[in-house]
């Protein structure tokens, strides 16, 4: 079926198998940082946010989400400046193989806009579909709290 | 004291940033799975549903006559050649014991059939249609099982070799000692002996294994793998395909995690001969279903540890037996073993008569493998818990007891020589040790004397805290291999090409902060290429904690030669009017090289000069390193644990782990390692656990019912480096990436017995585990 989303603020049309999901649709149009790690909702690498909320990938019908709004990781730093999410897991040492840092920052986005000053324990808890086998998360919940300050630094400055 | 030689640095020891990083959080197409050749075919494998099982014959036409089937292999039309899967060092250690596609089936999940197709739809059809007719063979589900006699033989096949006893089911089989054993327990006052158990568990890395190959313009075999060993890779399908190795290139891109599951060549020949067959390009992507069921696992053992010590707390004597199931093949079955015994003994060194025995065998399960700690963390969990035995039989404190027998700066053990990788191994002294100060600085922070014995309870809720202590290795003595080449460009940058395989862990950043740092300039003028067989040096690859050791010397080294033709070039540049300049009185920094009385040319200048000036030349050097030996990294845990009485959970309320890897090259990613190391293993300690049915197939394939843990499930994690400077390391570094997983189990368990007084010895220690424990010494 033709179906139209607005990946990273481009409308496309795009022809999605039958039974497609929405993690192998993006990966067939080339958005390969979205990543499959199970195909089963259990481990969180095919985050994308659909309509600023963040959802399993490998769980969305590609045809559910006609007319919707994705962002891939690949549109969170448009314009060639990272954002404060993807500098702080940088400067943190949040990211070690990198294969769930996609999914892992884009939770966090869905997170950080709905609380900007959370708890260790929210920052955990949004973060807690998202399986990550290198780090232990003790680098990623400190990364989610340093790019928590400034996205709310930016705000009020 | 080694540290006081300790240089200052520039580069070393600062919390770069990696080399890769923003590509991998910008979500670029780095790993082997992003890429997508036009025409690539999807190639799926058809796994035993029989744990035992002959293929009396198998019909293939019905599938092969699918529209877009390109080819489907068996048996039938596949080299019978005999390997091990193993990406080990050559020879290897492991038995030839496999081949592509076998006439017997040894697991659930073993090969037998793939069907290359235009689609996964396509494929996964043709798999149906493949007609298999199996004569079930008695299945052997447990160590205990394949050792009885009469057992039926696993392999019986007349081809294999490096079997130790196929009769036997006996893979492998080790026994070392030192010393008098009957002796050595006659003359100890106190003797404590216990059985561990450890489970069958999986690596899960979040990439699965993924391979892409395909034909380049001159007809070459080239094979894009999520590989911790691209040499070992390209050796190995050499062989096994009879492809002439230099028709054949590995590049490693991005891996998305390994943890030794990697070091395992489980699809290379397979989606190699889809593309010799086809000339088109295939890929092979297992699902996570499959990297449960046909990867490989960590070895679960049975390990028995007798201690015998003297009133005074020295250890007199230590015996340790292990039982390794390897499950259908043997691959690193030797060497695993081995590691359980040489990288824990060596820890107390005081003791006089040691004795270290033990097989691993065959059963109809899930192949194991490599896995990060290597049977060490087998090993520390049993002698750890025995020590804490120790420590209550004694009536010491157990960090007392420690301190009293572990290895200090200076000494060696009789272990280091006796016990190798499936071999003997290289006598060593331990040239830098902070295990003591681990020690000192983990009971400080875990509150080690406030809240030992104290069974504070809230309600239904005890806690307790234990510790216990760790050692690993660096790198392969006399094995492992690994070399560097630098050049230079006329900018001033450097081109660092390595075979070290950076699998996520940061290896190609500490790598350039080496060469950096030598070379006086900041890491961006590095640029890396790692692990591609065409272009970079050989390496044995990323195991073995071997990279920052090996690797890194092989780096400094290389760099350093570098440094003299900088030198050299620079030397007659700053020279006045024709004169000389000593060359060793000249410092490089700020990317530039300094005369003593001030004067500089640039880096820049010094390559353009031999590049295209006088003396024209490139800039460059390659440079190998085996390590004569493989000084232990070292490190204390401490954990305190709530053990809910009623319930049977156990929740780790914090874990402290300080750790001596001499100097932190890169201080964040090392605790990284350390941080990651240690969440997996409390993942061991609680959770995680393979099931299996009654006929040996896996329970639990998928990532919702083989329970890692989250970041809601991962207690506060603190690591501390704790200093020290290794003579002999690349900038006084040792390796860190295995030894945190050692720590969890046994500090956990130690713990546990603070808490509440049981002794558990079978991990993982679910509430169903602990409730029984309680129940057996409360009964009713």
């Known amino acids: 079926m033709r179906i139209t989303l607005a990946v990273n603020g481009t409308r496309c049309t795009f022809d999605a198998h039958p039974g497609e999901t929405l993690l192998e649709l993006l990966r067939r149009e080339g958005y390969v940082g979205v990543k499959k790690g199970c195909g089963a909702g259990d481990c969180g690498a095919c985050t994308v946010l659909l309509d600023g909320r963040a959802v399993n990938s490998c769980l969305v019908l590609a045809g559910k989400a006609d007319g919707s709004d994705v962002l891939t990781i690949e549109g969170l730093s448009q314009g060639g400046a990272l954002h404060p999410l993807q500098e702080a897991f940088l400067d943190e040492g949040a990211v070690q193989c990198g294969y769930c840092t996609p999914g892992m920052i884009l939770a966090a986005l869905d997170l950080l806009t709905h609380h ?31 790019a928590a300050a400034k996205m709310r630094e930016a705000r009020h400055g | 004291m080694a540290e006081e030689k300790r240089p200052v640095f520039v580069v070393v020891g600062k919390n770069e940033r990696k080399v890769d990083g923003v590509a991998l959080v910008t979500g670029r197409p780095k790993f082997a799975g992003d890429l997508d050749l036009p025409g690539t075919l999807c190639v799926k494998i058809l796994h035993s549903p029989h744990a035992h099982a002959r293929i009396t014959d198998i019909d293939t036409a019905e599938a092969e006559a699918l529209p877009g089937v390109a080819c489907v292999l068996t048996h039938k039309n596949t080299p019978a050649t005999r390997y091990t899967t ?78 130790y006893d196929a009769a036997k089911n006996t893979a492998a089989d080790v026994d070392i000692d030192v010393g008098d054993m009957a002796q050595g327990f006659a003359e100890s ?9 450890t489970q069958y568990a999986q690596h899960t890395p979040i990439e699965p294994h993924v391979v892409q190959t395909s034909l380049d313009e001159d007809g070459r075999l080239v094979i894009r793998s999520s590989t911790q060993v691209p040499f070992h890779a390209r050796r190995i399908v050499a062989r096994v395909l009879g492809v002439p190795l230099h028709q054949i290139r590995v590049i490693k891109p991005r891996i998305g995690g390994g943890f030794g599951v990697k070091q395992e060549v489980l699809l290379e020949d397979l989606a ?47 015996e340790m037996e292990v039982l390794s199931n390897t499950g259908a093949y043997g691959a690193h079955g030797l060497t695993v073993l081995s590691n359980v015994g040489s990288k824990t003994l060596p820890i107390y060194n005081k003791a006089k008569n040691v004795r270290f025995f033990g097989k691993a065998v065959y059963t109809n399960l899930p192949v194991a493998g490599a896995y990060r700690g290597y049977g060490a963390t087998q090993g520390c969990f049993a002698l750890e818990t025995a020590m804490d035995e120790l420590a209550c039989g004694l009536d010491i404190d157990p960090v007392a007891l420690r301190r009293r027998n572990a290895i200090r700066v200076n000494e060696s053990s009789p272990i280091f020589q006796k016990l190798g990788e499936g071999r003997e191994g290289v006598e060593q002294t331990v040239k830098s040790c902070g295990l003591e100060r681990c020690m000192e600085v983990g009971a400080q922070r875990i509150g080690w004397e406030s809240k030992r014995g104290k069974r504070s309870r809230d309600g239904s809720r005890v806690r307790g805290v234990g510790m216990s202590i760790h050692m690993q290795g660096s790198g392969i003595p006399q094995i492992d291999m690994a070399a560097a080449t630098l050049k230079m460009n006329e900018d001033g940058s450097f081109n660092l090409l390595i075979g070290a395989t950076d699998l996520g862990t940061g290896s190609d950043t500490i790598l350039a902060q080496i060469a950096a740092e030598v070379l006086g300039v900041p890491v961006s003028k590095m640029i890396v290429t790692s692990s591609d067989t065409d272009v970079t040096p050989f390496d044995t690859g990323a195991y073995a904690s071997s990279t920052t050791y090996v690797s890194g010397k092989a780096v400094e080294r290389a760099a350093l030669a570098v440094r003299g033709q900088i030198v050299h070039v620079a030397a007659a540049m700053l020279a006045a009017d024709g004169g000389t300049l000593d060359e060793d009185r000249l410092v490089l920094k700020n990317e530039r090289v300094v005369a003593p009385n001030g004067r500089a040319v640039t880096l820049a200048e010094v390559c353009q000069r031999a590049m295209y000036q006088t003396g024209q030349f490139q800039i460059g050097a390659t440079a190998s390193f085996v390590p004569d030996e493989s000084p232990p990294p070292f490190m204390a845990s401490f954990a305190e644990v709530e053990v809910d009485t009623e319930t049977g959970l156990v929740q780790v309320v914090k874990y402290v782990a300080a750790v001596d890897c001499g100097v932190a090259i890169n201080p964040k990613m090392a605790e990284g390692q350390v941080e990651g190391a240690i969440a997996n293993g409390i993942g061991f300690a609680l959770t995680e656990e393979m099931l299996f049915s009654s006929k040996g197939r896996v329970r639990n394939p998928t990532l919702f019912d083989y329970k890692i843990l989250g970041a809601r499930d991962v207690p506060p994690i603190e690591v501390i480096l704790v200093p020290s400077y290794e003579p002999t390391g690349p900038v006084g570094a040792k390796s860190i990436a295995e030894i945190g997983i050692n720590g969890p189990i046994p500090t956990i368990a130690n713990a546990i017995y603070d808490a509440v007084g049981i002794r558990l010895t079978k991990t993982p220690f679910t509430p169903e585990r602990v409730q029984a424990a309680l129940r057996a010494r409360h009964p009713g």
């Open chain 1, 116 to 146: 900007p000053d959370p708890s260790e324990e929210e920052v955990r808890e949004g973060i807690s579909g998202n399986l990550c086998r290198c780090t232990g998360y003790t680098k990623e919940l400190r990364a989610i709290q340093v």
């Open chain 2, 86 to 163: 193993a990406g080990q060092g050559y020879p290897e250690p492991s038995p030839y014991d496999a081949r592509m596609f076998d006439t017997k089936v040894r697991f659930v999940g073993d090969r037998v059939a793939a069907v290359a197709a235009e689609s996964e739809e396509i494929a996964l059809q043709a798999m149906k249609r493949i007609r298999v007719r199996y004569e079930e063979l008695p299945r052997v589900l447990s160590v205990d099982a394949a050792l009885e006699p009469g057992a039926p033989v696993i392999h019986d096949e007349k081809d294999s070799s490096g079997i």
């Open chain 2, 189 to 197: 006052d106190v003797i404590v002996e216990t059985v561990c158990e």
């Open chain 2, 272 to 318: 190699a001969l889809v593309t010799l067959r086809t000339g088109r390009p295939a890929r092979i992507v297992f699902s996570r279903q499959e990297e449960f069921i046909a990867s490989r696992t960590r070895h679960p053992m049975r390990i028995r540890v007798k201690l015998g010590a003297r009133t005074d707390g020295l250890l007199h004597a230590v």
